[in-house]
């Protein structure tokens, strides 16, 4: 195996750097976390996290896709809440917004 020419570090440099970046908002979290105390509220906060990441990701999809999305998306929550099968769940949107589009949504 060769090393690569003087010109051609860019690319390995790049992911290198995005390694180390990636490496370093990981572990400032868990870093920044042990200073500040975990009182009942700050434990709520933690807990509504997940399902406020979720949201803020889902919702504007919801708003360009329309109401195929939308109705996709309440049939995954449903089939989570009864089954809690994230693969049934992720099938079940998947058949709803396919029949949605299918009838016109």
């Given at each position: 195996?060769t090393l690569?020419?003087?010109g051609?570090w860019?690319?390995?440099?790049a992911?290198?750097?995005?390694?180390?970046?990636?490496?370093l908002?990981?572990?400032s979290?868990?870093?920044?976390?042990g200073?500040v105390?975990?009182?009942?509220?700050?434990?709520?906060g933690?807990?509504a996290?997940?399902?406020?990441i979720?949201?803020?990701?889902?919702?504007p999809?919801?708003?360009?896709?329309?109401?195929?999305?939308?109705l996709?998306?309440l049939?995954?929550i449903?089939?989570?809440?009864?089954?809690?099968?994230?693969?049934?769940?992720?099938?079940?949107?998947?058949?709803t917004?396919s029949?949605?589009?299918?009838?016109?949504l």
């Amino acid at each position: 195996m060769t090393l690569p020419e003087p010109g051609a570090w860019g690319p390995y440099l790049a992911i290198l750097a995005m390694a180390l970046a990636t490496y370093l908002c990981r572990i400032s979290g868990v870093v920044l976390m042990g200073f500040v105390p975990l009182t009942p509220r700050v434990r709520r906060g933690l807990a509504a996290l997940p399902g406020s990441i979720v949201f803020a990701t889902v919702l504007p999809l919801i708003e360009r896709l329309g109401l195929a999305a939308g109705l996709a998306l309440l049939a995954a929550i449903a089939s989570m809440v009864l089954r809690r099968s994230e693969l049934l769940a992720l099938l079940v949107g998947m058949a709803t917004v396919s029949l949605a589009r299918a009838f016109g949504l």
